[in-house]
């Protein structure tokens, strides 16, 4: 279960980049994940290459194709946006289910025995877990110094007030467009190596809404913005998802959405900011008047 909460984190923390951080909440990214886990399997499929060599391949196609989703979808704001990339990715889920090059509706799968170490098809999850690992811990060092950075400025600037931040000369298209690539593009990652320790892809697994949705809960329960938000809110979310699949089988899936929905309304309403939220020092309260006027007075 350990791989399984860092891959979510993976996932999240790549959505956090645009949507905590520039506050564009995108409930598309999937077309992104689904990308990355196709092209993975592709270049086994029909070149008999290593799934991990689609990696950079579905890194590259996301940041073209973020691009051109970017340029008009980003002048929306709110939920047009988010509406705008629901659509996106529907679209996309679609076509890949009628496409035989993507093995349609069936999906493909990688290599079923190992090949050579490069395949990454391992006996046990633990090789993954310290991949999986070393790849968060670049991804968040990467957010951390993005968050120090001109870029992570203006971001934060971008997502308190557009039009203030426009009047302060910030170019808020083209930094919001910065983020948008750079999350599709990790999340194309956590995609391919989703498809390395898995095996297979098909369009629900790959584009379906729900992997779009996760993002969004994992980083908002734990804080979307915040550094470690997304861990924290995969930390709890994975571990809730894996029991009630395990103790309600193919019922399960459908009370995921139940319990996403609640958590989605739970923390709009008590938590904006997310869990870790709870745990920043609150300012000091000022002093009374009366205080104050009495400290004059001596």
Not at 25 to 39: L, Q, R, T
Not at 85 to 101: K, N, P, Q
Request: glycine residues 14%.
């Amino acid at each position: 279960m350990g791989a399984l909460v860092l891959l979510a984190a993976i996932g999240a923390s790549a959505w956090n980049i645009v949507g905590g951080y520039a506050g564009q909440v995108s409930v598309g990214h999937a077309v992104f994940f689904g990308f990355g886990a196709y092209a993975a399997v592709v270049v086994y499929t029909h070149l008999g290459w290593p799934p991990i060599a689609g990696a950079p391949l579905g890194m590259l196609l996301s940041v073209i194709l973020a691009a051109v989703i970017g340029v008009p979808t980003l002048r929306l704001s709110g939920h047009y946006f988010s509406m705008a990339t629901i659509a996106v990715g529907e679209l996309v889920r679609v076509l890949s289910s009628t496409s035989d090059f993507l093995g349609g509706a069936q999906g493909l799968g990688g290599p079923a025995m190992p090949r050579s170490v490069f395949d990454l098809s391992f006996l046990s999850a633990t090789p993954f877990y310290y991949i999986f690992l070393a790849v968060l811990a670049f991804l968040l060092g990467l957010t951390w110094w993005i968050e120090r950075a001109r870029m992570g400025f203006y971001l934060r600037a971008i997502k308190d007030s557009e039009r203030a931040a426009r009047a302060l000369g910030v170019s808020s298209g083209r930094y919001k467009l910065y983020a948008y690539m750079l999350s599709g593009a990790f999340t194309s990652l956590a995609g391919s190596l989703y498809l390395c320790m898995f095996g297979f892809v098909d369009p629900e697994s790959g584009f379906g809404i729900l992997i779009s949705v996760k993002m969004v809960v994992m980083a908002a329960l734990g804080g979307a913005g915040n550094l470690f938000g997304p861990l924290v809110g995969a930390l709890i979310l994975v571990p809730l998802e894996e029991l009630s699949n395990s103790y309600l089988g193919g019922r399960g899936a459908g009370l995921t959405f139940v319990v996403y929905g609640a958590i989605i309304v739970i923390i709009a309403r008590f938590l904006p900011s997310g869990l870790l939220s709870l745990f920043r020092p609150r300012p000091s309260k000022p002093a009374p008047k009366s205080e104050i006027a009495s400290g004059h007075a001596d």
